[in-house]
């Protein structure tokens, strides 16, 4: 978009043309209303986005750097980071991390392949979009509650496997079971959302490519791999990092009904660490260095997605 | 799908009992939230022997969900209103005016959707603190719509360059200055998108709980969904009246689902697509 050395919406004329139709051009308070419009009408996101968004952004990095009780507002260097990473509730909830990006080519390959047979119209396809989309926009909080209900030690689900003979399992409760349980809640609770996503991506696929794979008879295997994920490379990515994205901020609501960080600890993520140091612990310093590591890691995945766009650019 | 059969039932099948997994847990709270404590206890999953209502009441009234309501709906209110206003004001002039630095602002508004409110949580809270907004609810109002303007800049301006040039120019000739366009063409011709965007910050506000639970510490201001989660230390032991909170606080997203699905899932697909 080209940036002119001022503003170019004169009086009368259209915005984008440039060319001047023959009109007479307005008295002079008129003319600066109309120059000074844009900046009238962006100017409250402006400030809203600045001052709420950029500007705290810059404040909390500079904060990790000072210290928490006796030494607030002091420079303590990477005190607060060296703390982090000796604490090992916040190493849990790096780890965690690791689990999930090692857990989300599952939580994409799930919608990408009920995608995948609802575009091919398996029987009943009108009808899985509506309902499979649903808990995606329930609140976390309210997905939280209704599995509290059903997960808990003498809850449903056990009586149900206890009904099938299968000893009850304490979903919530043991700590190598607990982030598992809440893992798999938040992608039931979410694999809808991609899925509206790859069934939107779906509609920009060239269907000849389908017909013409249709009389070869290739196998729907083949046709996954040599039409709908070359065709949908855009579409996979922007799932990728987005359900990355989900997983490492749209937690909080279920740690915080479901399990509160526990059982010992085991379920912490860095959100739920940075509002317990923030919030609980009163230790805003450290809940900051917390954040901006959050915030690296967020960058990081960014970045191997814009790495990811490239490269996959430059094989087309 | 004629010729890749592999049995489409075979993927049918396990997809339906899918479907019914995804629906169950909220069909199996308001059976629960229809019953009595006994009755729970006796057997959880039989059918409820019909409507009873106290236990709604109960958590309406005593345990407080309807004030929780009333609070959501105002700051929800308030929230999406200002949203799409300022969103459709700052859209308009990116997409449609030039002036200088309209590049740089556009990626100031990228940047901002990359920051999540978890990043940015400490200093947010001490702003609020320091200018007296935290435990208000202009100050929560003004975190959401900080949170979910970026989003709503970003789809409102890629609709209004979808609009025809033809139309703003027609209503330039009439005269019409740079306000007369956006309230005469970009706001009756936005209606669809204002509506979808409008719905998703609706859905945004409604279901946050992490903002609300640090910029609305006291009880009294409590949002729905704060109040939900207060529901788990209270009534852990009285079932049904934590089934009927729960349903109290998912059925306005229930109704508006059934409603609006088609718009709810065009705003994400697009949100996709124009990224």
Same mark, same amino acid.
């Given at each position: ?316 | ?10 993927? +049918?099948?396990? @997809?339906?009992?899918? #479907? $019914?997994?995804?629906? =169950? !847990?909220? *069909?199996?709270?308001?059976? &629960? /939230? ?90 947010? +809270?001490?702003? @609020?603190?320091?200018? #007296? $907004?935290?435990?208000? =609810? !202009?100050? *929560?109002?003004?975190?959401? &719509? /900080? ?129």
């Amino acid at each position: 978009m080209p940036v002119g050395s001022a503003p170019s919406v004169r009086p009368g004329i259209p915005a984008r043309t440039g060319e001047s139709p023959n009109r007479r051009p307005r008295p002079g308070r008129a003319a600066r209303a109309e120059r000074l419009a844009p900046y009238v009408l962006i100017a409250p996101t402006v400030v809203i986005i600045v001052l709420l968004r950029l500007y705290p952004l810059l404040l909390g990095v500079n904060f990790s750097f000072t210290g928490d009780g006796d030494r607030d507002g002091a420079a303590v260097g990477f005190d607060n980071y060296r703390e982090l990473l000796g604490d090992p509730l916040f190493r849990t909830a790096l780890g965690n991390v690791g689990l999930l990006v090692a857990l989300l080519p599952v939580a994409v390959a799930i919608p990408g392949l009920l995608a995948t047979f609802i575009y091919l119209r398996v029987p009943g396809h009108r009808l899985y979009r509506g309902v499979y989309f649903f808990p995606a926009v329930l609140s976390p909080v309210i997905v939280g509650a209704i599995f509290n209900l059903l997960l808990a030690f003498d809850g449903p689900l056990n009586a149900l496997l206890g009904g099938l003979g299968v000893g009850p399992a304490d979903w919530l409760g043991d700590p190598d079971i607990a982030i598992f349980t809440v893992v798999g809640v938040h992608v039931w609770a979410t694999f809808g959302m991609a899925l509206v996503v790859f069934l939107a991506g779906f509609a920009t696929l060239d269907p000849a490519l389908l017909d013409a794979a249709r009389v070869d008879g290739a196998s729907l295997p083949r046709v996954i791999r040599h039409i709908i994920v070359p065709g949908l490379t855009r579409t996979i990515q922007f799932v990728f990092v987005t359900t990355m994205i989900g997983m490492l901020t749209s937690m909080f609501g279920l740690l915080f009904v479901m399990t509160s960080g526990g059982p010992e600890g085991s379920t912490y993520l860095p959100e739920y660490y940075i509002w317990i140091q923030q919030g609980q612990m009163n230790r805003p310093a450290l809940a900051s260095a917390a954040s901006t590591v959050l915030f690296v890691i967020m960058l990081v995945v960014g970045l191997a997605q814009v790495q990811l766009l490239q490269r996959s650019g430059r094989e087309d | 799908m004629s010729r890749f059969r592999l049995g489409p039932w075979l993927i +049918a099948l396990p @997809m339906l009992l899918l #479907a $019914l997994a995804t629906i =169950y !847990p909220l *069909l199996f709270t308001t059976n &629960v /939230a229809m019953k009595t404590r006994r009755d729970y206890v006796l057997d959880r999953f039989a059918l409820a022997d019909g409507l009873r209502w106290e236990n709604l009441r109960t958590a309406w009234t005593s345990v407080g969900m309807g004030r929780y309501f009333v609070n959501s709906l105002l700051v929800v209110t308030a929230s999406v209103l200002l949203l799409l206003l300022l969103g459709s004001m700052a859209g308009f002039a990116l997409s449609r005016l030039r002036f200088r630095g309209s590049t740089a602002i556009y990626l100031a508004c990228l940047a901002g959707l990359f920051v999540p409110f978890q990043v940015i949580m400490v200093p947010l +809270a001490r702003v @609020m603190a320091d200018t #007296a $907004l935290v435990d208000t =609810y !202009p100050g *929560l109002v003004l975190v959401y &719509v /900080a949170q979910f303007l970026p989003f709503t800049v970003f789809l409102l301006t890629s609709y209004y360059r979808t609009i025809p040039q033809e139309v703003i120019d027609a209503a330039r000739i009439d005269g019409n200055s740079a306000y007369g366009v956006y309230r005469r063409i970009m706001i009756p011709l936005g209606t669809p998108a204002l509506l979808s965007v409008g719905i998703l910050n609706a859905l945004f506000c409604w279901n946050d709980v992490l903002m609300a639970l640090v910029m609305m510490p006291s009880a009294e201001h409590r949002t729905l969904m704060v109040g939900v989660t207060s529901l788990r230390g209270q009534y852990s032991d009285d079932i049904p009246t934590f089934a009927s909170g729960v349903l109290i606080a998912a059925l306005p997203v229930l109704v508006v689902y059934l409603f609006l699905q088609r718009q709810i899932a065009d705003g994400v697909a697009a949100g996709s697509t124009k990224g």
